[in-house]
């Protein structure tokens, strides 16, 4: 167990519903990574926050949004979701860059099925 | 852009065989390198890590090996167990932050 806990598991919407995705990272880790893993491939990098200000985004529309709380847990948002959406959502907590060392821990994940 | 690949999808091993899965990038400028386990329903986990300025590493049961010139990693996990089985993925630091670009992955089946 890494520590770091996403919730819910696993989630089924509509095509053009909204969805909150949340992540708890880990004690004493300020840095929080979302990545989107469709079916057969690696994750994918969505955006980073650090001390609750996005701090890097990947190639993802603005419909993809997050937040980072005090306490460095930190949501995923997504608008007007698409068939292409339905992935594994991901959420990596570190404490510092990965760069110069610092493992990222990943939780389990949230499945993600927009039907 | 910034890429990783993997040479092969899928990797078939008999227990207690050494299994080896490979890994290209494409940035020379790289200077650190990771590989992630993931098993059915989780998220990666960390295995072993390696930085530019050697080029091979040891863990328990896992060596990774580091070839610059051909931009090339490699995994080698010795006496393969069932446990083993996953995809692995490498993956490389990317920015000035956190951000990983990962490999494809490699599915590893151990057959008894």
């Known amino acids: 167990e890494t520590g770091v806990t996403q919730s819910p598991t696993h989630l089924i919407k509509t095509r053009g519903q909204q969805v909150t995705l949340r992540c708890s990272s880990q004690?004493?880790?300020?840095?929080v990574s979302w990545y989107q893993q469709a079916l057969g491939q690696g994750p994918q990098f969505i955006f980073q926050?650090?001390?609750?200000?996005?701090?890097g985004r990947g190639n993802f529309p603005p419909r993809f949004s997050g937040l980072q709380f005090p306490n460095y847990s930190s949501e995923l948002n997504v608008n007007a979701l698409e068939l292409d959406d339905s992935a594994l959502y991901l959420c990596?907590?570190?404490?510092?860059?990965?760069?110069?060392?610092?493992?990222?821990?990943f939780g389990q994940g949230t499945r993600l099925t927009v039907v | 852009g910034e890429s990783v690949g993997l040479h092969l999808p899928t990797l078939s091993v008999q227990e207690g065989d050494n299994s080896i899965i490979n890994c290209a990038y494409s940035?020379?400028?790289?200077?650190?390198f990771i590989w992630y386990k993931q098993e059915s329903g989780k998220g990666p986990q960390f295995i072993i890590d390696?930085?530019?300025?050697?080029d091979k590493r040891q863990g328990q049961r896992v060596t990774v090996l580091l070839n610059k010139t051909v931009k090339h990693l490699s995994l080698q996990i010795a006496a393969t167990q069932p446990g083993d089985s996953a995809v692995y993925f490498c993956?490389?630091?990317?920015?000035?932050?956190?951000?990983?670009?990962f490999g494809a992955g490699t599915r590893l089946a151990v057959h008894p």
């Open positions: 990596a907590s570190s404490r510092g860059n990965v760069r110069g060392g610092t493992e990222a821990f």
């Open positions: 004690s004493g880790h300020n840095t």
């Open positions: 940035n020379s400028a790289s200077d650190y």
């Open positions: 993956a490389v630091p990317s920015g000035g932050y956190n951000k990983l670009i």
């Open positions: 926050y650090y001390r609750e200000e996005e701090n």
């Open positions: 390696i930085r530019s300025n050697m």
